[in-house]
């Protein structure tokens, strides 16, 4: 079953005098993109989190969001560095000032994000070793991308069923084309006997051979049936790649490309009312469907 890459997951946790609140979330991307808001102070955690989500994850826009608290003991006073938050503030300043230079808006950083940021904080005790925390929030980091693994598989099973749909609507498309392309055939034959008979009028020498090999032009320009037999390929590779357990994401983009490409020639080749009119009803469920493709993983 195919995986969409849109999904969100939140989770809450606790270890020793730490809490925490995750939030992730993921839409569709053309590779792995990570963004992640995590405490700074917790060393080496960013590094770790990447690393498991990447085994995880193939495709998506992903953004991370992971808030720890601390509760009040005897030894973990707060106290607020002023000469840190002044630098930071200064920093903050400078920042906004090259943002607005530049003609980009930045969002306004909240008070929680300043506390949050290194030294502005402290601790009445000693500094404390942060390994341990930092393997227990891999470990419940673990969970969070199993919960945000688990929509994505449900939005991807909604997703595998519009597909399905889709892809039988072509096939009923490409039966009705088929027909009205045996329909034609009358009346394209009456175009050919017309375009003779333009020649043979136009010029007192006839070049047989001129003749045959515009006819021969005429009847492949015509001719949908090769456009036909690649739209139902394209059907069956398509039902192919959405019962892979793989990430087939990219390859579906690929083959509406291929969707697409077929039902404008078949348009071109028409000549004939009806048989446009079912190649703009193709292209319009193709351009559906490749709508739908953007969200698998």
């Known amino acids: 079953m195919i995986q969409s890459m849109t999904g969100f997951a939140t989770r809450r946790g606790q270890y020793g005098v730490h809490g925490w609140v995750w939030d992730i979330r993921s839409v569709n991307g053309k590779g792995l993109d990570l963004r992640l ?77 300043v506390l949050s940021m290194r030294g502005v904080m402290e601790t009445g005790g000693v500094e404390e070793d942060t390994a341990p925390l930092a393997a ?17 598989a449900q939005e991807g099973k909604a997703l595998h069923a519009v597909l399905l749909e ?39 020498k006839v070049d047989e051979a001129r003749i045959h090999q515009e006819l021969a032009l005429l009847a492949v320009k015509s001719d949908v049936t090769e456009e036909l037999d690649r739209l139902r390929a394209h059907t069956e590779a398509a039902r192919a790649l959405l019962a892979s357990p793989d990430p087939v994401g990219r390859k ?26 079912v190649g703009l009803d193709l292209k319009t469920v193709i351009d559906q469907m490749r709508e739908q493709v953007q969200n698998v993983e």
């Open 37 to 113: 808001r995590l405490p700074d102070w917790i060393d080496g955690l960013e590094v770790q989190l990447r690393a498991a989500t990447g085994k995880v994850l193939n495709r998506g826009n992903v953004s991370l969001t992971l808030k720890v608290t601390r509760e009040a003991g005897e030894d973990s006073a707060l106290r607020l560095n002023t000469a840190v938050l002044r630098s930071v503030l200064v920093m903050l300043a400078e920042v906004e000032m090259q943002a607005m230079t530049t003609g980009v808006t930045l969002a306004q950083a909240s008070q929680a994000d």
């Open 166 to 204: 889709q892809l039988s609507l072509i096939d009923s498309l490409v039966a009705t084309a088929s027909a009205e392309a045996v329909l034609r055939q009358d009346s394209v034959a009456e175009t050919l006997r017309e375009n003779i008979k333009r020649v043979m009028q136009s010029t007192d």
């Open 252 to 277: 579906l983009d690929f083959l509406m490309q291929e969707f697409m490409r077929e039902a404008n020639t078949l348009c071109s080749k028409a000549q004939a009312l009806a048989l446009t009119r």
């Open 136 to 152: 227990a929030l891999v470990q419940d980091f673990a969970a969070l991308l199993a919960d945000l693994q688990s929509m994505r």
